[in-house]
């Protein structure tokens, strides 16, 4: 097995692509060890010391390393993910499959502005940003802001509100009679 790495925008976090599909469906993201258990993969990169975060994606899986150098941890983390994938275990614990999206918000009457925006982000936002390394989720819409959720390697990275601002928020109010603003939460 033969895994690639890529380096992100974010120099805390690095893209690990196996070669094969990691989650089937939402990507998830682990921001601490406990958070993790329900993932045999996830939990096991967290073993490594210098992990504190993984983000799993269709086809990669996104490790963000606290002071650590990447030399260091590099080659336990490929080791990690070698084995798990030759060992045949799920990636998610069984019955963990459905994800607990938190309550998104918005006013009844902006309902056709909301699948609106979410078509967009799934369309234009989204396969971008995963090829980055991360994932990005609507939360809201309340008085013209946009409000999302920036995941994997785009949580914490120094050019996020670049992207944000410059990007999503231009498309968004392009497209979208009504938006004036996104914002990260």
Do not use: Y
């Amino acid at each position: 097995m033969f895994i690639q790495t890529e380096a992100t925008p974010n120099p805390a976090t690095l893209k690990f692509l196996p070669g094969r599909d990691v989650l089937v469906g939402e990507p998830r993201d682990f921001r601490q060890a406990e958070s993790a258990a329900i993932s045999p993969l996830a939990a096991a990169l967290f073993d490594v010391p210098g992990v504190e975060g993984v983000f799993l994606g269709s086809d990669f899986i996104s490790v963000t390393k606290d002071t650590a150098e990447w030399s260091h941890i590099k080659p336990a983390i490929l080791g990690v993910i070698m084995e798990h994938f030759l060992s045949g275990k799920p990636v998610l614990a069984d019955g963990t499959a459905e994800v607990v999206a938190g309550e998104e918000f918005f006013e009844e009457s902006d309902a056709e502005t909301v699948e609106v925006i979410k078509e967009l982000l799934a369309t234009r936002v989204r396969p971008a940003v995963a090829m980055d390394g991360g994932d990005i989720t609507f939360k809201g819409f309340k008085e013209g802001t946009v409000f999302l959720h920036m995941q994997g390697a785009c949580s914490g990275c120094p050019s996020s509100t670049a992207t944000l601002k410059s990007g999503i928020e231009n498309l968004l109010r392009h497209f979208v009679p009504g938006v004036e603003a996104v914002q990260q939460v």
